[in-house]
C-alpha cells in the first residue's frame, strides 16, 4: 500500500509538473522558461523537480515523447482495408478519432506547434507518422499492378504535411469547424482528390498523354 502511495503520489506530481509546464508554453517562449518558473507554477520546490526531471530539456522530451507516442498509436492504416479494398466508414472514423484527440489534447499541440522555441516538433511529428505508415502499409498486401513504389513514397508526405498544416489551421481558427465536418471534408478530399471536392471537373485533351506519360 505505501509503495502504491508513493507511485500515486509520483504521477500527481509529475502530472502536475507537466501540466503547468504546458501552460507556460503557451505563454512564453520555451527558450525564456527557467526550472524555477516551472516549479512555482506547479508550486513545488526546484528539489522536487528535480527528483522527477534532468532539466527543462529532459521535461519537455518527456513531454513530446509521450504525446506524440499517444497520438500515432491511434494512427493504423492496416486496418482502413479489407481485402485491399478501401472501407469508407473506416476512414471517417480514423479522422474523427484523430480529430477528437487534437481538441481533447488542445493544451498540448497548441503549445508544441506555435512555440517558437520548439522548432522541431512539426518535423517529428511527421516522421514518426511516416514510420509508421511504412511499418503497417506491408500489412496491406497491394496487388504488383498497384504498387507504384515512388507513390507510395510520395503520397504519405504529401497526406502527412497537409494534415499537419491542417490541425494548425484548426486551432488558430479556434476550431470553429466540428471535428466531425473536418472528418467528412478530409474523407471527400481523399477519396475524391483536391480538385473534384472543389467540385471542378476536368477538360478532355484527347492528344495529350496524361501526367505520368499514359
Known amino acids: 500500500m505505501a509503495s502504491d502511495a508513493t507511485d500515486l ?6 502530472a502536475a509538473i507537466q501540466s503547468h509546464f504546458l501552460g507556460l508554453l503557451l505563454q ?13 507554477a ?6 522536487t523537480f528535480y527528483l522527477h526531471y534532468e532539466d527543462k530539456y529532459n521535461l519537455l522530451e518527456t513531454v513530446v515523447k509521450e504525446g506524440l507516442a499517444e497520438t500515432v498509436g491511434k494512427f493504423r492504416p492496416h486496418e ?21 484527440h487534437f481538441k481533447k489534447n488542445d493544451r498540448f499541440f497548441r503549445a508544441m506547434l ?13 516522421s514518426l507518422f511516416l514510420a509508421k505508415f511504412r511499418k503497417e502499409i506491408q500489412q496491406v498486401h497491394l496487388p504488383p499492378q498497384k504498387a507504384d ?14 494534415m499537419i498544416g491542417l490541425v494548425s489551421w484548426w486551432f488558430e481558427n479556434q476550431m470553429r469547424i466540428s471535428d466531425r465536418e473536418m472528418a ?31
Do not use: C, W
Not at 474523407?187 to 492528344?207: H, M, S
Open 149 to 162: 513504389p515512388l507513390m507510395l513514397e510520395i503520397l504519405p508526405i504529401f497526406i502527412s504535411s497537409a
Open 114 to 126: 506555435f512555440n517558437e522555441g520548439i522548432p522541431m516538433f512539426r518535423h517529428r511529428m511527421q
Open 9 to 14: 503520489r509520483v504521477l500527481k506530481t509529475r
Open 28 to 40: 512564453k517562449n520555451f527558450n525564456e522558461i527557467t526550472v524555477k518558473d516551472i516549479a512555482s
Open 80 to 100: 482502413y482495408f479489407t481485402d485491399d479494398k478501401v472501407v469508407p466508414t473506416r476512414i471517417v472514423g480514423f479522422a474523427l478519432t484523430i480529430f477528437q
Open 184 to 214: 467528412e471534408r478530409i474523407f471527400l478530399i481523399v477519396t475524391r482528390g483536391p480538385l473534384k471536392a472543389l467540385g471542378l471537373g476536368f477538360q478532355d485533351e484527347p492528344n495529350k498523354k496524361s501526367p505520368h506519360g499514359m
Open 42 to 47: 506547479a508550486k513545488i520546490g526546484r528539489g
